[in-house]
C-alpha cells in the first residue's frame, strides 16, 4: 500500500515517483500466483506426474517380492517389504521433488517464456519459496499416493509410527532435491543436460542410500560412503517413522539435512538473483 505522506509522491498523484518501494516486504499475492501456477502446471497431467510414480514404486515392490520368492526375509526386525516400502515411498518423493523444479525452469528457458517469471515484481527469494513449494506439493501428493497403494496392497504392511519423523524427514528430502532442481533448471540449456544430472547424480545417489539394503550389511568402505551421502539420511529417517527402527542417527541426519538445505537455498538465491543463464 502506497504511504500518502511520503515526499516522494506527488500530492494528486496516482503513481510513485520512479525508486519509490512499492511492495516493502514480501510480495505474497505474487508468491501465491506463481505458487499455483506450478501446481497447475504438474496437476493438469496427473496421471504422468502423481499416479505414474505411484504404479511404478508398486511394481518395484511386487518385483523384489518375487525376486524373494515368498520368503519372509527379515531387515532391521521386520520383514524385508515392510522394509523397502518407506524407502521406495520418499524416493519417489525426492524424484520427483526434483523433476518438478528443474522442468519447470528449463521448459520456461527452451520456450522463451522465462520472461514472464522475471519481469513480475518477485524477488529472488520468492521466486525460490515459490519453486520450492510446487515441488514439494507434488512431491507430498506423490507420496500420499504411493503410500494409498501401499496400505491396500498384499503382503507389504506400511502403518504410519511416528508422523513428526516422516512430515520432517519427507519434507526436508523434498525440499533438498527441489533446490537441487532449481540450479540444475538454471544451469541445464536443454533437457539433455537435465538428464544427464538425473541419470548420474540424482539415481546412483538414491540408489546406493539404503533404500533396498540396510547398511549394517555392507562393507565398510559402502557404509562409509553411505554415511557421506545425504539420501541416506532421508530414506533412513523417513523410514524410522514407520518401522520405528533408524539404520543410522537420526539427530545427527536431522541437523545435516537442515544445514544442507539452507546452503542450497542460500545459493539458489544468489544464483537467481545474478540473474546467471538466466538474463540475455
Known sequence: MLNPDSP??????????????????????GLKTLYLKEVRRFFKVQLQTIWAPAITTLLFLVIFALALGGTRTAVLGVPYPDFLGPGLIVMGMIQNAFANSSSSLLVAKVQGSIIDVLMPPLSAGELVAAYVAGALTRAWLVGIAVW??????????VPIRDPLLVIYFGTMGAVMLALLGVLTGIWADKFDHAAAVTNFVIQPLTLLSGTFYAIDRVNPTMKMISHANPFFYVIDGFRSGFIGVSDGLLGQGAILLFVVNV??????????????????
Open 8 to 29: 516522494k509522491i506527488a500530492q494528486g498523484a496516482r503513481h510513485p515517483e520512479p525508486g519509490v518501494v512499492v511492495i516493502p516486504s514480501v510480495n505474497w499475492q
Open 148 to 157: 494409498a497403494v501401499m496400505a491396500v496392497a498384499p503382503g507389504v504392511d
Open 263 to 280: 546452503l542450497l537455498w542460500v545459493v539458489s538465491y544468489r544464483v537467481l538473483r545474478s540473474g546467471w543463464r538466466l538474463k540475455a
